[in-house]
């Protein structure tokens, strides 16, 4: 379908006055309303007034442009129906074979920090997506374009053949719509700030847990394989996936899940620190004054997990950690930044795949809301982001616990809310010594942490992710040389758990927060 006719009608006018420059030396009429048109004249390129081709002025302070049948019918008529045809052509309706439109600002005017319910309102574009909607209906005779990226590929295919082939025009509709799927999911999501109950519209705060949640992502690449290799699977950019990789094969699905439960614990510490991941379980984690002796402690609690596992750091690798890094088979890390000497050390290693995530403090706030499949929905939760100090804890034995112990419990508590419950975690002041994950009983979990442990346990405080609803765990942890317990508390035998860590002569503090992590 040759291109004879645009609308043009943008928010974000970049790049705008070269494409319209580049159609109208093509013999393109271009059709343009209020901003738009100025900024088109102004750059010196012959502008139609819409209100010009609909026989209508702009009304409603604006709100009402384009909604008009000779805009939506020149968008709309099928040019291979004669019926259409005939009817558009008895109401002299001209045919619209090029739709430009971007939208209004919605998503960014809604986080202004002194926003009102009026400019809330206003912000939702109505002409704008209902021309969209029209043209990315009608795509077989009509081409779309919503985003300035696109303008210089559209504008090379109408330069070249005077028109915009069929499968571009399909491909710019499927953009299309998912820009308003997202942008309507947008706007029904923050209209729940709005109440009414005063008989005025009032503007409250974004909910947590909105009634309605709209998830839109654009897939940024293609992974090897899923979870399993029948499996196929794709990223979508934000937080993790939006790392840029540097070197190494191309990353697969268990990758980015484990890089992910790395990333989230590593960014738990303000210390240099360093986290070791295997198939979604830390197996070793420590916060140091270095970061190589950071990742050397965390190697040392599990080294033979460690083989194969992927690492996050939460400063910039430098030499010395890269070294120490390169003597294990890695599968990758994640890291704020490299030094340019890391990156030689690791250079070698041409399988290891390493991700620059540059934007650390972002990432938090990525994660505010936590999504899981079940059959026939999803389930939504906050992000576990509870952070505890030493006046959260509560002392319940005898004995109370040293200050180096309460250092050991805070830290191995930092520790096991990422650990699969149910989980244990043996550590000392800035480093883990045994972690047992994902047991169904406890003791069991114990058991395991203790028989893993490379370290001496003499002395090390043991975390628990929720109560310990008997006293063997407990004593199991005694008998392993712990001195010190961290736990919930919450159980109907804490009296009897309680008992024994007295009997043992351990310390034992409450902290009334459950981590489960399933």
């Not at 604006?62 to 968008?75: A, C, M, S, Y």
């Not at 202004?112 to 939702?124: F, G, R």
């Not at 209906?137 to 109408?158: G, R």
Request: net charge negative.
């Amino acid at each position: 379908m040759a291109v004879e006719r645009a609308l043009v009608s943008v928010y974000d006018k970049s790049g705008l006055a070269e494409f319209a420059r580049q159609l109208a030396a093509r013999g393109v009429e271009i059709v343009s309303t209020g901003g738009t048109a100025k900024l088109l004249r102004e750059a010196g390129i012959a502008v139609r007034d819409v209100s010009d081709l609909t026989g209508w002025p702009e009304m409603l302070g604006g709100r009402v442009k384009t909604l008009h049948p000779k805009v939506h019918g020149g968008i709309l008529f099928r040019r291979t129906e004669a019926s259409d045809r005939a009817q558009t052509a008895e109401h002299k309706i001209a045919p619209i074979d090029l739709v430009v439109v971007n939208l209004y600002p919605f998503e960014a005017t809604a986080t202004k920090p002194d926003l009102t319910s009026e400019e809330l309102i206003e912000n939702i574009d109505i002409g704008g997506p209902t021309m969209v909607r029209s043209a990315a209906k009608n795509f077989e005779s009509v081409a779309v374009v919503t985003d300035p990226a696109d303008y210089a590929a559209v504008a090379a295919e109408i330069a070249a053949h005077g028109e915009v082939s069929l499968a571009t025009r399909l491909e710019l509709a499927r953009k299309a719509f998912a820009l308003t799927a997202r942008y309507d999911g947008k706007i029904a999501t923050e209209l729940e700030r709005l109440s009414a109950a005063s008989g005025a519209i009032e503007l409250g705060h974004r909910p947590l847990l909105p009634e309605r949640l709209h998830l839109a992502y654009s897939r940024r690449q293609e992974l090897r394989y899923g979870e399993n290799p029948h499996q196929r699977a794709g990223s979508a950019p934000r937080g993790l996936a939006a790392a840029r990789q540097l070197q190494g094969k191309e990353l697969s699905y268990n990758n980015l899940v484990d890089l992910e439960a790395a990333l989230e614990l590593a960014m738990e510490f303000r210390r240099p620190a360093a986290v070791i991941v295997k198939h979604n379980n830390p197996c070793g984690t420590a916060e140091q004054e270095t970061l190589v002796d950071a990742y050397v402690k965390a190697l040392a609690c599990d080294p033979i997990s460690a083989y194969g596992g992927v690492m996050a750091f939460n400063g910039a690798l430098d030499a010395a950690t890269a070294e120490e890094v390169a003597k294990l088979f890695v599968e990758c890390v994640v890291a704020p930044g490299y030094e340019p000497a890391a990156l030689e050390k690791l250079a070698g290693k041409k399988n290891l795949r390493l991700l620059h995530l540059p934007a650390w403090d972002s990432v938090a706030r990525d994660l505010e809301l936590e999504v899981k499949r079940v059959s026939g929905g999803v389930l939504v939760q906050e992000r576990d982001c509870h952070e505890l100090g030493e006046s959260d804890l509560k002392v319940v034995t005898r004995r109370a616990p040293t200050h180096e112990e309460i250092e050991a419990m805070l830290f191995g508590w930092k520790v096991s809310k990422h650990v699969k419950s149910n989980a244990i975690v043996f550590a000392r002041a800035g480093q883990t010594v045994g972690i047992g994950a994902g047991q169904m009983s406890r003791v069991d979990s114990v058991k395991i942490a203790v028989m893993k442990a490379q370290l001496p346990l003499a002395g090390s405080a043991v975390a628990s992710d929720a109560f310990f609803p008997f006293p063997d765990g407990v004593e199991e942890a005694g008998k392993a040389g712990a001195t010190a317990v961290i736990q919930p508390g919450g159980s109907v035998r804490d009296a009897d758990v309680i008992a024994a860590a007295d009997r043992l002569g351990m310390a034992m503090v409450f902290c009334g927060v459950r981590h489960f992590r399933h």
